[in-house]
């Protein structure tokens, strides 16, 4: 394969992790972010082990000068982008009478407000791979509850409906030059994000990290006329 370059947000456990992995081993070169250092760092000991090139940046993705740094190092170390993984997320449960705006504000920040940027520090590197050779890839992580409304979860579920849409859009405007968007929908995936409801449903009963990252190597093996505008992943028993 011909150089190819990656940025993974969120890359530092989960759903990030496996498909950072899984892209280091198909022969990209990858910038993964995340929130906190020491965990980012283990995340990317581990990845280089695999004989995989990584290069970390850590920040919180709320804030947009973090953003810049990510993309910015990225185009000073590999030159080019051809698959953007806009996965970082965060869920915070309340109800609507106790909706806190800080908490409000950092789920739309992370989860939508940070996906739109990164489009926008990245498109010139991903027109160029799209002229290069039609399959420059955006993956963002949306989630099944941003399929069906969320007691509890409802800001997180409208950030995630919004990703979707705002996926819909980016193929409309961005696919004539061969750049790709997908969201992905997943119910529960084994991850740390998970932990909270451990107690009701075993890990083995939920998804796997390692099924998005396949899930991405698809879209990845897919012709430059085949759009995939979203992908769900349930359970049995879980409601389509
Ligand atoms: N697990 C599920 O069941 C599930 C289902 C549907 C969708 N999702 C979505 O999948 C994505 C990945 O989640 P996961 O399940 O893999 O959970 P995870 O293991 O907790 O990973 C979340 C990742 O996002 C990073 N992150 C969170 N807030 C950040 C911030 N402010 N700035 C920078 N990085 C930040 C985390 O870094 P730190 O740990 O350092 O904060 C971590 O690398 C999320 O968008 C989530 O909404 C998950």
């Avoid at 509890?152 to 409309?172: D, E, Q």
């Avoid at 997943?186 to 740390?192: F, I, K, L």
């Amino acid at each position: 394969m011909a150089e190819r370059a990656a940025i993974v947000t969120g890359g530092s456990s989960g759903i990030g992790l496996a498909v950072a992995r899984m892209l280091g081993t198909q022969g990209y070169k990858l910038t993964v972010a995340a929130r906190r250092p020491e965990k980012l760092q283990g995340a990317v000991e581990g990845l280089r082990a695999d004989g995989i090139e990584v290069a970390e940046v850590a920040g919180n993705l709320a804030d947009e000068e973090t953003i810049k740094r990510v993309v910015a190092d990225h185009r000073d170390r590999y030159g080019r982008l051809d698959v953007l993984v806009n996965n970082a997320g965060i869920g915070i449960g309340a109800a609507v009478g106790e909706t806190e705006t800080k908490k409000l504000d950092i789920q739309l920040d992370v989860n939508l407000r940070s996906i739109i940027l990164f489009y926008r520090e990245c498109l010139e590197m991903l027109r160029a791979a799209g002229a290069d050779h039609r399959k420059a890839l955006v993956v963002n992580t949306a989630s099944i509850a941003g399929k069906h409304g969320q007691a509890w979860l409802a800001i997180y579920s409208a950030t995630k409906h919004a990703v979707i849409g705002y996926t819909a859009s980016m193929n409309h405007e961005l696919a004539q030059e061969g750049i790709k968007s997908c969201a992905l929908c997943p119910a529960y995936v084994d991850t740390p994000m998970t932990d909270f409801v451990k107690g009701q449903v075993s890990p083995e009963e939920m998804i796997q990290p390692e099924d998005i990252a396949e899930a991405v190597r698809f879209l990845l093996s897919v012709s430059p006329q085949c759009i995939v505008p979203e992908i769900m992943f349930i359970r049995p028993g879980d409601a389509l």
